[in-house]
């Protein structure tokens, strides 16, 4: 993560190789231009003009110890006493104990690379003739007080092949704290880079750095002529190839592809399954409807060739009352006798005894309500989302006790769709001109500034679990990576790129009336190189104040990118995210709960004052969600509230006869229109106001029974089931008051008692199979592992069932109170008053929709022709939706589970527009691996020496092949870092007496009397069991330091090793690395898959369990079994639909089978739908399917009241149900029904 030493790494190395050039210089074989160090400048040593032959190194002398310790291919091993060089050991000393440190521990992981880096500035340090590929160009002899001038510019000629095989052997090797390359944080803002820029950007000081000369590299195709000055040649000698060995070790896969047994290439593309080139879903629609169409001709004909009589007569036909005997009917209408004989009798008992019955029930149901004292709404995602047995979430909370929830973060994207775009010239090269998108406009950035400083400023009192009061600022509750040394802030913003100064940011430097540097061309370097200490000629760093760099693709959005290079000045966002510490324990999380709070607040009134018009900016923080989720509850309320009235409206005007009425008395049959009173005592308003609040009665009354049980309700049922409950309750209103006047018409003179027992002897047993159907189709969904699913189902079916306990007491009582107030003659809703009945009114006309269902659509409809058009449209309607459900698309949405006007729908609609990084991944291996043994550490690692399969080496590997893997990046593994730091050529970790059992690390690394901790006896320089257990800790606690080792683990990996109590052994880690950009509900899913095909793959590879995490995982595991989920869910479903069938239908089998095929019509057809509008499928879209279709009333009806009145009389009992309905699956229910009765008539 730290990249704080590469320009010190140049700075050093060009200390060691800077030459005078004097007209006067010699070039020849076995001549130098240099040897010696003469003057310090800037705290650096010059090395000295001496235009000398070659000097002998003698055998074991100290200029030949040190050459053959550092450039060992210059010592003459066959002839030691023939080794020449033109370096002393002082050069060699600064070579090695500065520079070379510095580039081991960025390249030492290649040991091909790192020796041929080394190599080259050996060769410009020591060849014996580095006279004839450099030249010294400037002298200095003005500060030079020694012999010997010091050399202030140098030119150096390297052959194209030379630089490009040198740069070949180093582009790919990985830097261990990122998932990046090192190439990438030692070439500058070159990118991309090559060999040529990398070397030039070494070899050129960056304005205001100590570097006190300059390596001016020319580099030419051929070694002599051309610009190559006469008697000089261009150095071309032997390098290694990344894949060849250096004492016995070769590069890792993952930093050179050539070690890869093969390189990764994609899978075939699954897609969907075709037969020859047909998607199957299109060759089954087609299929199927050739067949049906040959199924249908022939039954069409043999219909045609029995029958003979015209509409009129199958109309009569279809009324006489004659019934087809089946299998067990007899037993099935004994069964049907004792259920409304039984139901009769509780009618009457009902009636008659209304002072017991209702206030027994209400005290029964007023218990139940009671519970609502423990009742609790889930709002937390992962409770709604993720089951606590599911995978994801047990692997969730293992990463959190072992390593800490993910960070808290609050986030804000900004653009300015109005400000245009702009240009800016190089200051070194005016024909270059760098294009910047609005957002970098100088005015745009100050206000961002403005923001940005507040919100880190935000000030809020906060109450502890003790009532004491303190004041929280980000200061308290932010992520501080470098703590204790450095307290400041993550802020991940491109205003870090100046360190979060309001004066650096509009810092200019001028050269006459020409601005040659700002803000703009500040962030175009620092987006390259965000690791640099002193870009641009602003001297301004591009480190955070953090102490860390700022990610480009972190902070900035909306750009394009263009071979793999991202073109950050043409962004079209600046998103700025602070990260929070988190916790597993959610009482420590109030403080950070209520600075979001604040964070949110400030910024909706932002918007208000905002002073460039041209910002626009959405903004989340971790609570929102849960947040927005509770305030959506409240708005819910008043929409439930308003539902149920309008309910209570219709139910008030139909439910009696109230509109019958009033059309009779304006429109008579004699002409003579009059007004009656009769229309105020017939209305049932007071009725109908009962049959609601029983609705709403059993809605509480199902959520204080579940919260008693200590089930959490979540906003799905809040949302959908009293609506739900609201659709059933008022079909069996309108049936139940319908089947009583029918009954009242048959039998004036009978007693309101028996009457009411008849009514509910016919109804009840329909009633009764609508409901148990339902709620025990809702409860079996209850088996579903999706939290959403399961708690609806169980509050739908109890609320459904307690529901029609209520109708059938409750509303059956006050029914009989309600029926003697109208024989009574008494007003609705004033009993007390009593009219005058006049004797000439009498209430017998049929309502309007019956009078048309009986003698218009009921004819149309059964007319022979009509039926078997319905049939065939509604049957090309089935397997054009057949061919739909082969393409449903899976997933939700996060926009659509929030209010229409949450200021969320901007931020998600600005991330997946703007968002250019997908989500962090961790590939976590569980408690009980052996950490120090060697094999087993070569099983993870990535570096020299590791597995060619390991872990580290796959993900590499994966990263290739983001399209298919879903992995952006190379990870970032600890144990590369960890033995980069250990490696005592890095002289990273450095102790006083190692022999001791707890040595003391050195805080000052030039301390004579410190060494290092290894004693590097091995060829690897892997520490044994002993060692790695010592050193693991203080690695893990060691802050990256700006000059001598950059390899310090407590920043990026402080949290990636959990270790046992004894702070010695390792109990769990953790390798970390990115997704690609995940921009849909398909992406997510796809990337849990891969994501866990790896981890399996990783367990192989190292014998061990291995997860992936994310925190997306408990959000979209489900979607990776809903459709076994949706096929069970609903096969539990129509199950049920026909065991209740056949056991209340008076065990009619065929009965039972057409109720059964019409739900999995309905439900195909509704799949179906789904995927051609574009509705995707997920739990909140399940809950509806596992809904059951209210033909069962009618079937019932035709089942045992064959004529045809009854029929539609059960339709227009239905249909004023229907009516009320808020969700439209009913209509589509009423309609779908209708294909599976004209074909059991075709068939009769």
């Not at 050459?67 to 066959?78: G, I, S």
């Not at 005290?363 to 089951?387: I, K, M, N, Q, R």
């Not at 048309?852 to 939706?881: D, E, Q, T, W």
């Not at 109990?1067 to 095909?1093: F, G, P």
């Amino acid at each position: 993560m730290w990249r704080f030493s590469v320009l010190f790494l140049v700075l050093y190395l060009s200390s060691a190789l800077t030459q005078v050039t004097l007209p006067d210089t010699k070039h020849a074989e076995g001549m130098c231009i240099w040897y010696g160090q003469c003057k310090q400048k800037n705290g650096n040593w010059l090395n000295c003009y001496r235009n000398i032959p070659k000097v002998l190194a003698p055998d074991n002398g100290e200029i030949f110890n040190a050459l053959n310790d550092v450039c060992p291919w210059y010592v003459n091993k066959t002839a030691p006493n023939s080794t020449y060089t033109c370096c002393n050991v002082d050069q060699i000393n600064a070579l090695r104990t500065s520079s070379l440190k510095l580039a081991q521990q960025l390249l030492g992981r290649c040991p091909s690379c790192f020796q041929n880096f080394m190599n080259i500035f050996c060769a410009t340090t020591c060849d014996p003739s580095n006279s004839l590929f450099m030249n010294v160009r400037n002298s200095s002899l003005d500060i030079v007080n020694t012999t010997y001038p010091a050399i202030d510019t140098v030119d150096v000629y390297f052959t194209n092949h030379y630089t490009e095989k040198f740069f070949n052997s180093c582009k790919n090797v990985q830097f261990s704290q990122e998932s990046s390359k090192v190439i990438s944080l030692m070439c500058g803002s070159n990118d991309p880079c090559t060999g040529q820029k990398w070397l030039t950007f070494m070899g050129t000081p960056m304005p205001g750095s100590p570097a006190p000369f300059v390596l001016n590299f020319t580099f030419t195709d051929s070694a002599t002529g051309g610009v190559i000055p006469a008697s000089m040649i261009a150095h071309d000698a032997p390098l290694k190839s990344c894949n060849e060995s250096v004492n016995g070790l070769t590069c890792s896969c993952s930093d050179c592809p050539m070690v890869c047994p093969a390189s990764p290439t994609m899978p075939p593309s699954k897609g969907s399954v075709k037969i020859s080139f047909i998607p199957i879903g299109i060759f089954v629609g087609v299929i199927g409807f050739v067949i049906y169409n040959i199924v249908f001709s022939i039954v069409v004909m043999i219909s045609l060739v029995l029958t003979a009589t015209d509409s009129k007569g199958e109309y009569q036909r279809l009324s006489r009352s004659s019934r087809r005997s089946f299998c067990l009917t007899d037993v099935g209408q004994v069964f049907e006798d004792i259920i409304s004989k039984l139901f009769s009798r509780w009618g009457y008992f009902a009636a008659k005894y209304w002072f017991v019955v209702i206030p027994a029930v209400l005290v029964v149901v007023f218990g139940f309500c009671a519970g609502l004292v423990f009742f609790e709404v889930t709002t937390d995602p992962v409770e709604l989302w993720s089951a606590p047995n599911s995978r994801a979430r047990k692997e969730k909370e293992y990463f959190d006790q072992h390593f800490g929830p993910f960070y808290r973060t609050a986030q804000i994207i900004i653009t300015a769709p109005h400000s245009p775009d702009f240009s800016f010239a190089d200051s070194q090269n005016y024909k270059i001109v760098y294009h910047f998108g609005g957002v970098f406009q100088q005015d745009i950035l100050n206000e961002i500034w403005h923001m940005q400083n507040d919100i880190a400023n935000l000030n809020v009192s906060h109450k502890d679990s003790n009532g004491g009061k303190r004041d929280i600022t980000l200061q308290d509750i932010c992520f501080q990576p470098l703590a204790p040394d450095n307290m400041n802030c993550t802020i991940y913003s491109v205003l870090n790129y100046f360190q979060n100064d309001f004066e650096l940011l509009n810092k200019e430097v001028k050269l006459v009336f020409t601005v040659t540097a700002n803000s703009s061309y500040h962030i175009h370097y620092c987006t390259r190189d965000p690791s640099s200490l002193n870009a641009t000629d602003l001297f301004i760093p591009c480190m955070a104040e953090y102490g860390g760099p700022v990610d480009p693709s972190v902070a900035l959005g909306g750009y394009e990118t263009v071979n793999g290079t991202g073109q950050y000045d043409l962004a079209k966002a600046i998103i700025i995210t602070f990260v929070i510490n988190n916790h597993v324990d959610t009482e420590m999380n109030k403080p950070a709960e209520e600075w979001e709070k604040a964070f949110i607040s400030y910024l909706k009134t932002y918007k208000d004052r905002v002073k460039n018009s041209n910002i626009s900016f959405s903004f989340s923080s971790e609570s929102s969600i849960p947040n927005e989720l509770d305030r959506e509850s409240l708005t819910d309320v008043r929409t439930i509230a308003i539902s149920y009235l309008l309910m209570f409206l219709y139910i008030a005007l139909f439910l009696g006869s109230f509109v019958r009425r009033i059309f009779y008395s304006l429109f008579p049959s004699d002409g003579r229109p009059k007004c009656s009173g009769g229309i105020l005592v017939s209305s049932r308003i007071g009725l109908g106001l009962v049959g609601v609040c029983l609705v709403a009665l059993s809605v509480v009354a199902a959520l204080g029974l579940l919260s008693y049980l200590r089930v959490k309700a979540t906003l799905i049922i809040i949302e959908v089931v009293p609506f739900l409950v609201l659709a059933v309750g008022t079909d069996n209103l309108f049936i139940l008051t319908h089947a009583y006047e029918r009954k009242r018409q048959c039998k004036p003179a009978a007693m309101t008692t028996t009457l009411i027992g008849e009514a509910l002897g016919e109804v009840a047993p329909s009633i009764l199979l609508t409901s148990l159907t339902e709620t025990v189709a809702f409860l079996l969904g209850g088996v579903s592992t999706m939290p959403a699913v399961r708690t609806f189902s169980f509050f739908a079916g109890v609320a459904v069932f307690i529901n029609f306990m209520l109708q059938i007491t409750v509303f059956t009582a006050v029914l009989g109170l309600d029926s003697k107030r109208i024989n009574q003659y008494r007003l609705d809703l004033c009993c007390c008053l009593q009219l005058t009945k006049d004797e000439d009114e009498i209430d017998n006309h049929d309502s309007l929709l019956f009078v048309f269902m009986k003698n218009c659509y009921a004819p149309f409809l059964l007319h022979k022709f009509v039926r078997m058009a319905v049939i065939y449209i509604f049957s090309v309607l089935f397997f054009g939706m057949l061919v739909g459900l082969f393409n449903q698309d899976i997933g939700l949405s996060q926009s659509i589970a929030l209010p229409k006007d949450s200021y969320l729908q901007d931020y998600f609609d600005d991330m997946s527009k703007y968002f250019r990084t997908g989500p962090p991944v961790y590939f976590v291996i569980k408690d009980g691996y052996n950490y120090t043994n060697q094999t087993k550490q070569n099983k993870i690692c990535s570096s020299a020496g590791c597995d060619l399969n390991s872990m580290g080496v796959q993900i590499s590997s994966a990263s290739l092949i983001p399209e298919y893997s879903r992995i952006a990046e190379h990870a970032s593994i600890w144990l590369d870092s960890y033995f980069a730091w250990i490696d005592p050529r890095s002289g990273c970790c450095v102790v006083k007496n190692r022999a001791e059992a707890k040595p003391k690390i050195c805080s000052n690394h030039s301390d004579p009397n410190c060494e290092p901790c290894l004693t590097g006896d091995n060829d690897i320089y892997r520490p044994n069991p002993t060692e790695f257990s010592r050193y693991l800790q203080t690695f893990l606690n060691s802050n990256p330091d700006t000059t001598t080792c950059n390899q310090g683990g407590h920043a990026a990996f402080g949290s990636a090793v959990a270790l046992k109590e004894n702070n010695k052994s390792v109990e769990a880690s953790y390798l970390m690395t990115y997704h690609t950009i995940l921009r849909d509900s398909n992406d997510y899913i796809d990337a849990v898959k891969r994501a866990r095909e790896y981890s399996s793959n990783f367990s192989l590879t190292i014998n061990h369990e291995v997860f992936a995490y994310s925190v997306i995982y408990v959000f979209y595991e489900q979607y990776l079994t809903i459709k076994e989920d949706v096929a069970i869910n609903l096969s539990l479903s129509l199950g049920s639909v026909f065991v209740m069938s056949f056991l209340l239908m008076g065990f009619n089998i065929i009965s039972a089978l057409i109720v059964t095929g019409t739900v999995a019509l309905i439900i195909v057809d509704m799949l179906g739908m789904m995927a051609w509008v574009g509705i995707s499928l997920n739990a909140v879209s399940l809950v509806n399917l596992v809904m059951v279709s209210s033909c069962l009333v009618v079937l019932r009806v035709y089942a045992f009241r064959r004529p045809l009145e009854y029929l539609l009389s059960s339709v227009l009992t239905l249909f004023d149900g229907l009516l009320t309905r808020e969700r439209t699956v009913g209509l589509k229910e009423l309609e779908m029904q209708y294909p599976i009765w004209e074909l059991r008539f075709l068939v009769e």
